[in-house]
């Protein structure tokens, strides 16, 4: 492993292998660790100077209970070492929350799949986070570890709470994030994601859409609709789920729910796209996923 830039080997620890969670919380103690995973961020972040590492590197990549994808009827629990690979050839997991699949398979290329963790995605709290967007629609809980004396406590909070700015989460320097937990929805549902890059995948979203909702004689109901790189942290078009929750799709609310949208997300114009652009890919997203429906 190469070390840090201008890290010498005597200023900074590395953690080979973290034997447990209870080993990997009690290294994050003091908040001055860095935990590392996939590491498919961590390290683009650091060679470009957007991340410094703590004096100590915590490797958890041999935790195999971070590692476990559990399904059963009343909850689906991704551990948080679940990487997107794992995630797309989980057949099972891929009926349960087909959004969730398809994002995994937009998410950049094969070999950074292999490594690239949920756990991370979550971590790392990019407003373009593309896997986070299919689990807001999922009502997903993100739990999180640390030590308590000598025992390890554990705390979930909704994933729509977890993000506060870029780059910023309430995670504390001392928590380590352990699984991503959601319900499965019951009967007949429409579940999308749609992403947009010059390249189907490889590229970071210009605009993600996620929506998630029952369906029963035309109508949706328990809408959510999530969108990526169109605010400061993953975004819950809370307004636009409302007109939409409970009413006959047609063309008329079709027209009425993208111009609710548009004036809902709050996106910035960058050398990826303008903010006009991005308004136009988050419309055009979610009048197709409605337009299918009806």
Known sequence: MTLPQNQSPAEFEYYVNATSIEEACRALGDGTGTILAGGSDLWVQKDEGVKTFGP?????????????ISIGNDQVRLGARVTMTDILCNNELGKIAPGLAEAANRFASSQIRNVATIGGN???????????????CLDAEIELARLDGNAVAT?????????????KSVRAADELITAISFKPRDGKSLARFFKSGPRPALEISIVSLG?????????????????????PI?????????????????????AAAT????????????????????????RTYLQEALTNVA
Do not use: C, M
């Open 211 to 231: 929506i998630v909702a029952d369906i029963s004689d035309g109508k949706l109901s328990n809408v959510r609709i999530a969108l990526g790189a169109v605010a």
């Open 56 to 68: 100590r590197l915590i490797n958890i990549s041999r935790l195999e209970e971070l590692a476990e």
């Open 155 to 167: 705390r979930s909070i909704p994933a729509v709470d977890f993000f506060t700015g870029p780059g």
């Open 234 to 254: 993953p975004f819950r078009a809370r307004k636009t789920e409302a007109l939409i929750e409970g009413q006959k799709i047609d063309d008329n609310l079709i």
């Open 122 to 136: 979550f971590a790392n709290a990019s407003p373009a986070a593309d896997a986070v967007i299919p689990l807001l």
């Open 259 to 282: 111009d609710y949208l548009a004036e809902e997300i709050s996106p910035i114009g960058d050398v990826r796209g303008s903010a006009w652009y991005r308004r136009h890919l988050a």
